[in-house]
């Protein structure tokens, strides 16, 4: 959803830049420029969508498992008792589109359990189920 | 008062950095409203640092400047009048700061919390609740020690390491003081006195030279050959090469120095509290370490050690080294034996995670495609609570993981493997580098693994916290973090 919508903006600055380009530089340039441009935004939405479809995450009774990658394939497993504290962010381009991401953290660094592109709705539902259940299972370290 | 004004900055190193961090959990308000001056002990409990703290935590830093100062003004450069006065300012300004630093920090115990109370703008008072404690340390800089003071460090998970710090309480005092830390950590009456140790393990200063020896005879191995072949082919690199050859004697002198100071007369000794560290040649460290607290073992293999079979065993506690890093806590990596033979790191392994001796398997024939380098090493078992994997390519690392401890549960696949039918499950235990590798396992075992990693997990983490009750009868603070209810928003910054 959201890489989907990050290339396309990255397109359209491809466009941009190409067909500045070619004002500067001649016919020629300006549309193989475009046309690179066009064939760069294909591919980086084509690798978006194989990554957006690749996301996935499952709440269950006692952990969270997010799934993610293409190329190099990730799970996780965090228990909610293990969870430190929950962050929702938005970047400019999430706000365009009204997305969030969810990301949970442990005392772990590697421990990486992060949804992007979720709607607004869903990751303000999600953080506060995560911080009741973080609550009620919390173990020490 | 210009040492005064600009106290804040210059002798707060710990908090001044990170404001309302860690163990500032509810910042007292003993703060903005309070008269500028420290109020000396009026309320009662207070007790402030030992006198001559300033003189040894600013002492190294005066002395360097001095130094500089002297050198520079010594006439080698010729420098004008005016610079020398701006340069005896500097020592006098930060003398000042710590005698300030020193006037406004005082401390007390209060029930089952440490409170530090310092800064003299910006009042800072940390609570230190001693059921967290992640480790105590009792440290000995060789000019406290020749003064007969000592640095008490108590670690928390989660705090920068600058705020859990006493420095410096004459010698005895610190030595109570981290009995009744550890005493009220436990649950028990703070006037219990310090419990008798067993020492397991001494490591004899022959064997700490000469195995930091061996390293870099190792090194010198590579060098001396790669030296003498340049200098053979031109006579004229000779000054090419003599000049790295320099650098590398004297670094590889530091560090041997360094390695040397720090884990010399190492001794391991097992008490009630925890495990006992003591190591150090001019300045002395002598950590306490809950068993309870060890989040995961590291044995170390250098190759160049194995004809003596000889090891390094290393414990990873919870805490933060410096910053207060969003991405949860770091994790403290101490040494828990400097260099030994097998037996002797059975013994620490037994001390430190119990029985546990899971089997290990290794991983599939065909694994060795993906990992040529480091096959022969790749194994990796667990049973009910303890989780073990081999890995390294040419010194073998050997991780042990209690899974009680464990945070989370991975599995990465990159595309080899997915071409070989192969998975790498990932545990982690707090910090950063504290992880147990189950390399290159076929995939039809790793994805169950996985599952039952964390079941595993689950279940000990319930016995663990099943454990913990009665240990703390009276305790209401207790082991609690599993039963506190605190928002999980807050947990970040409290508990960790």
Not at chain 1, 33 to 45: H, N, R
Not at chain 1, 126 to 137: P, S
Not at chain 2, 154 to 175: I, N, Q
Not at chain 2, 397 to 406: C, G, N, R, S
Request: proline content about 6%; glycine content about 10%; some cysteine.
């Amino acid at each position: 959803m959201r890489c989907a919508e990050v290339t396309v903006t990255a397109a359209l600055v491809a466009l941009i830049v190409g067909i500045g380009a070619g004002l500067a530089l001649g016919w020629v340039v300006a549309g193989s420029a475009v046309a690179a441009a066009v064939v760069g935004a294909a591919a980086s939405l084509w690798f978006a969508r194989n990554r957006y479809k690749s996301w996935a995450y499952l709440e269950r009774d006692e952990d969270l498992i997010v799934e993610r990658g293409v190329m190099i394939r990730r799970m996780s497993v965090v228990p909610y008792g293990r969870m430190q504290f929950v962050d929702v962010t938005a970047g400019p381009v999430d706000r365009v589109f009204r997305l969030a991401t969810v990301r949970l953290h442990t005392a772990a660094a590697a421990s990486d359990a992060r949804i992007p592109g979720l709607e607004r709705a869903e990751a303000a539902r999600l953080r506060d189920r995560l911080a009741a259940l973080g609550e009620a299972k919390a173990a020490g370290l | 008062m210009i040492p005064g004004s600009d106290q804040p900055a210059g002798a707060g190193p710990g908090h001044a950095a990170n404001p309302g961090s860690a163990a500032g959990v509810t910042p007292v308000g003993t703060g903005r409203d309070q008269p500028v001056s420290p109020g000396p002990d009026h309320s009662e409990g207070w007790r402030r640092l030992h006198p001559l703290s300033p003189l040894v935590r600013s002492g190294r830093g005066v002395l360097a400047v001095l130094a500089v100062a002297g050198l520079s003004t010594s006439g080698a450069l010729g420098q004008a009048s005016g610079q020398r006065w701006y340069e005896v300012a500097v020592p006098v300004v930060a003398a000042g700061a710590a005698v300030v630093n020193w006037l406004v920090t005082r401390w007390k115990i209060d029930g089952a919390t440490l409170r530090i109370e310092t800064g003299l703008l910006r009042r800072d008072s940390r609570q230190l609740p001693l059921a967290r404690i992640q480790a105590v340390d009792l440290v000995r800089p060789f000019l406290a020690r020749m003064l007969g003071l000592a640095e008490l460090k108590v670690r928390l998970a989660g705090a920068p390491e600058g705020d859990g710090r006493l420095a410096y309480l004459t010698e005895p005092a610190a030595v109570t003081l981290r009995a009744r830390l550890l005493a009220a950590h436990y649950g028990l009456d703070p006037a219990t006195p310090e419990p008798t140790e067993q020492i397991m393990v001494t490591v004899p200063a022959g064997r700490l030279i000469g195995s930091v020896l061996l390293l870099t005879v190792g090194l010198a191995a590579v060098a001396v050959p790669a030296g003498v072949l340049l200098v053979a082919y031109s006579p004229a690199g000779l000054f090419a090469a003599a000049a790295p050859l320099l650098w590398w004697v004297l670094i590889s002198g530091s560090l041997l120095w360094q390695r040397v100071s720090s884990q010399y007369g190492f001794t391991v000794a097992a008490s009630p509290d925890g495990v006992r560290i003591r190591r150090g040649l001019l300045g002395t460290v002598a950590e306490t370490i809950p068993v309870a607290r060890v989040q995961a073992v590291r044995m170390i293999e250098p190759v160049l050690w194995r004809p003596l079979r000889w090891r390094r065993l290393e414990v990873d506690v919870a805490g933060s080294e410096g910053h207060d890093h969003p991405e949860g806590g770091a994790s403290v990596r101490k040494a828990l034996l400097a260099v030994g033979p097998q037996d002797e790191a059975r013994l620490l392994l037994r001390l430190a995670l119990g029985d546990a001796a899971p089997t290990l398997t290794k991983p599939p024939r065909r694994a060795w495609w993906k990992a040529a380098l480091s096959y022969h090493y790749l194994a990796a078992g667990h049973d009910d609570s303890v989780a073990v994997t081999v890995t390294g390519r040419i010194r073998r690392v050997t991780m042990w993981v209690p899974l009680a401890k464990t945070q989370s549960v991975r599995l990465v696949q990159g595309p080899w493997q997915r071409k070989l039918r192969l998975a790498t499950v990932h545990l982690d235990a707090a910090g950063k580098h504290a992880h147990a590798e189950f390399a290159q396992r076929s995939y039809s075992e790793a994805r169950p693994l996985v599952d039952e990693l964390a079941a595993l997990s689950r279940s000990a983490r319930r016995r663990a916290g099943l454990l913990a009750v009665p240990q703390q009868v009276h305790q209401a603070a207790g082991e609690g973090q599993a039963a506190t209810a605190v928002s999980p928003v807050n947990a970040a910054q409290s508990e960790a």
